[in-house]
């Protein structure tokens, strides 16, 4: 069966420290992968998706960064954190498109930044 | 374009009554649809899908939802609401399995 890692599971950090959060996924091959963010009280804003090693897309423009430096692992950084990159940083992944359509989330990061 | 419409914010419902959390969507192609449930600092987890097969589509803890093309919505449903329901739920619509757009979100309170 697939699992999904995300850690940490929670984060405080002072403004305009770095950031790096780490996703990986187990039982699958070339999974798309996703990170999105949810703001409190708020729905879920799609940052990055990768649909192979080193294929970054980014859907919102801002201080984060994303890297997919294996197939199943997808990174998230900041070289300078903003108060409002303050959230809970949700990892997701999908089977290729034409197989199976669904995404899987992983468990969340709770990032506070001080 | 694709676009989902949640029509409530907070919905609140008694223990033992009925569910029911709308979803109205909006896509170019054939879609597939979705619903996640979120418990407070959880992660999403799918509770069911719906992607061109049979219209009623059952999922997991006692939810179903209904494809209704000609009205454009995916509704869900439970027959008799747990207090273990009460949860964060999204309703997702995506064309081709790439780009996945999320509804609001509905909050379901369940009083005792």
């Known amino acids: 069966s697939q699992t999904i890692h995300q850690w940490p599971a929670t984060l405080v950090q002072p403004v305009g420290s770095p950031l790096s959060l780490e996703c990986t996924v187990e039982?699958?091959?070339?999974?798309?992968l996703y990170w999105y963010r949810q703001a409190a009280g708020r729905g879920l804003q799609l940052l990055f998706y990768s649909v192979g090693i080193g294929q970054i897309s980014s859907e919102v423009p801002q201080n984060l960064s994303a890297s997919r430096p294996q197939d199943r692992q997808f990174i998230l950084s900041s070289k300078k954190l903003l108060l409002s990159d303050s959230g809970f940083y949700l990892c997701a992944w999908s089977y290729e498109p034409g197989l199976r359509y669904e995404q899987y989330f992983g468990p969340g990061t709770r990032l506070t930044v001080t | 374009a694709q676009s989902v419409t949640q029509l409530d914010s907070h919905v609140s419902v008694s223990e033992g009554t009925p569910v029911l959390l709308r979803c109205n969507y909006s896509?170019?192609?054939?879609?597939?649809l979705f619903w996640y449930v979120q418990h407070p600092n959880k992660g999403l987890q799918l509770l069911l899908k719906?992607?061109?097969?049979?219209?009623l589509v059952k999922g997991i803890n006692g939810f179903e939802a209904e494809f209704k093309k000609s009205e454009t919505s995916f509704h869900l449903t439970k027959p008799s609401a747990h207090m273990s329901d009460a949860a964060e739920y999204f309703c997702v619509v995506t064309p081709y399995g790439q780009n996945f757009v999320f509804g609001p979100g509905t909050r379901l309170s369940v009083l005792p």
């Open positions: 896509s170019s192609y054939s879609p597939s």
């Open positions: 039982g699958t091959s070339n999974p798309n």
């Open positions: 719906y992607t061109s097969a049979a219209t």
